[in-house]
């Protein structure tokens, strides 16, 4: 029987309405591929870098070479940490 959750276990894409439906497939192959954040305490602040540095850019307040520039420099700094 089909619910609207996915399952987490690989087995279960094996057969069945999983295995035979392709439009479902795409949810197994991020599955597969799926990696996790790294466990970093700072991991939050890692990630505002980034999204300020996008925000830059889709703002036309920098060019996207210098707001990588500048999220790189900051990154390092907190990974150093």
């Not at 925000?55 to 420099?73: N, P, Y």
């Amino acid at each position: 029987e089909r619910t609207k959750d996915l399952p987490a276990n690989t087995s279960a894409w094996e057969s069945g309405t999983l295995a035979d439906d392709a439009d479902l497939q795409t949810f197994k192959k991020q599955m597969d591929t799926a990696k996790s954040s790294p466990s970093l305490a700072n991991w939050t602040e890692i990630t505002d870098k980034v999204d300020q540095a996008i925000a830059k850019v889709t703002q036309g307040k920098a060019s996207a070479e210098d707001a990588l520039k500048t999220a790189q420099s900051e990154i390092e700094g907190l990974v150093k940490q």
